[in-house]
């Protein structure tokens, strides 16, 4: 599990796994993504704060560039780790910028040199929605879900956009739909970074001192075990996973939910400008 989440190598993984993955909707933990990487850069940006902005970005560069021949290279990873280098650029240099934007630069690249990836890259769609849904309706939940206290509320407000989003192509790729993925992913989701750092600290850690790194491997064990319970939990219980055939009208499905998404989407980014120049003429006045 630990190799599936940090390299997305998921031949390891028992069918059983595999099954419990799918019916609690947490398959997507076993692919290298933009957190992922992110996460990556996040740690890595610790040790080298004393270099220039240039030599930080060439550093950050090379050792993505090495984690993503590490993992096989396919474009699932190269989209992670575009998306990942491009935002620490942003965020160094003080540039700030849509959220959608980041996806939309990404898959203008990946289009240039490959441009029939973008037609079977489902992580890229997967998470274009996800950003969409997030935009469109992350603050209105957060509102909705108040009741849960700080942290909680956003946590939750994310996860449901996100699985908002990602229900068309889940729908359209797979055929089915997981009714307890929200609340499984909002447990889960607390396990991944400490499972992330754990497991690079420690593997960096073995190269030095084999009895520090066994002390220091407990982190990520406890991870990977509270992990394992979450997925047990959820994945048990199969009736979660809702089977749904489209047939002949896979296509009209499809086309109607991106409708209603881009509607959501402008719907949203109008509130957000007039809010901007609400703020603007204020300020000005």
Same mark, same amino acid.
């Given at each position: 599990?630990?190799?599936?989440? $940090? !390299?997305?190598?998921? +031949?390891?993984?028992?069918?059983?796994?595999?099954?419990? &993955?799918?019916? *609690?909707? /947490?398959?997507? =933990?076993?692919?290298?993504?933009?957190?992922?990487?992110?996460?990556?850069?996040?740690?890595?940006?610790?040790?080298?704060?004393?270099?220039?902005?240039?030599?930080?970005?060439?550093?950050?560069?090379?050792?993505?560039?090495?984690?993503?021949?590490?993992?096989?290279?396919?474009?699932?990873?190269?989209?992670?780790?575009?998306?990942?280098?491009?935002?620490?650029?942003?965020?160094?240099?003080?540039?700030?910028?849509?959220?959608?934007?980041?996806?939309?630069?990404?898959?203008? $690249? !990946?289009?240039?040199? +490959?441009?029939?990836?973008?037609?079977?890259?489902?992580? &890229?769609?997967? *998470?274009? /929605?996800?950003? =969409?849904?997030?935009?469109?309706?992350?603050?209105?939940?957060?509102?909705?879900?108040?009741?849960?206290?700080?942290?909680?509320?956003?946590?939750?407000?994310?996860?449901?956009?996100?699985?908002?989003?990602?229900?068309?192509?889940?729908?359209?790729?797979?055929?089915?739909?997981?009714?307890?993925?929200?609340?499984?992913?909002?447990?889960?989701?607390?396990?991944?970074?400490?499972?992330?750092?754990?497991?690079?600290?420690?593997?960096?850690?073995?190269?030095?001192?084999?009895?520090?790194?066994?002390?220091?491997?407990?982190?990520?064990?406890?991870?990977?075990?509270? &992990?394992?319970?979450?997925?047990?939990?959820?994945?048990?219980?199969?009736?979660?996973?809702?089977?749904?055939?489209?047939?002949?009208?896979?296509?009209?499905?499809?086309?109607?939910?991106?409708?209603?998404?881009?509607?959501?989407?402008?719907?949203?980014?109008?509130?957000?400008?007039?809010?901007?120049?609400?703020?603007?003429?204020?300020?000005?006045?």
């Amino acid at each position: 599990m630990l190799s599936g989440i $940090i !390299l997305g190598q998921k +031949n390891n993984l028992d069918a059983e796994l595999k099954e419990d &993955l799918k019916a *609690s909707g /947490l398959m997507h =933990i076993m692919v290298v993504s933009g957190s992922n990487v992110m996460m990556l850069i996040i740690f890595l940006s610790l040790f080298v704060r004393a270099v220039t902005p240039w030599i930080r970005i060439a550093i950050i560069i090379l050792v993505i560039g090495g984690f993503v021949i590490l993992v096989g290279g396919d474009t699932p990873v190269w989209r992670a780790a575009l998306m990942g280098v491009i935002g620490y650029s942003a965020s160094l240099w003080g540039y700030r910028f849509s959220p959608l934007l980041l996806p939309l630069i990404v898959a203008a $690249i !990946l289009a240039i040199l +490959n441009p029939i990836s973008l037609a079977y890259d489902i992580g &890229l769609q997967l *998470s274009f /929605l996800s950003v =969409i849904c997030i935009i469109s309706f992350g603050r209105q939940l957060t509102r909705f879900f108040s009741f849960l206290g700080p942290f909680f509320d956003e946590a939750m407000s994310l996860t449901v956009a996100a699985t908002l989003g990602t229900f068309p192509i889940t729908l359209f790729y797979f055929g089915s739909f997981s009714l307890v993925s929200p609340l499984a992913n909002l447990l889960a989701a607390p396990a991944i970074p400490l499972l992330m750092y754990g497991g690079i600290v420690t593997l960096v850690v073995s190269a030095f001192s084999s009895s520090l790194a066994y002390t220091l491997g407990h982190v990520p064990w406890f991870a990977v075990t509270y &992990l394992s319970e979450v997925i047990s939990l959820f994945g048990s219980q199969r009736w979660s996973l809702l089977p749904v055939e489209l047939g002949q009208y896979r296509e009209e499905f499809m086309i109607i939910s991106m409708g209603f998404l881009v509607l959501a989407l402008v719907r949203s980014q109008k509130i957000h400008q007039s809010r901007f120049t609400s703020r603007g003429v204020s300020s000005s006045l």
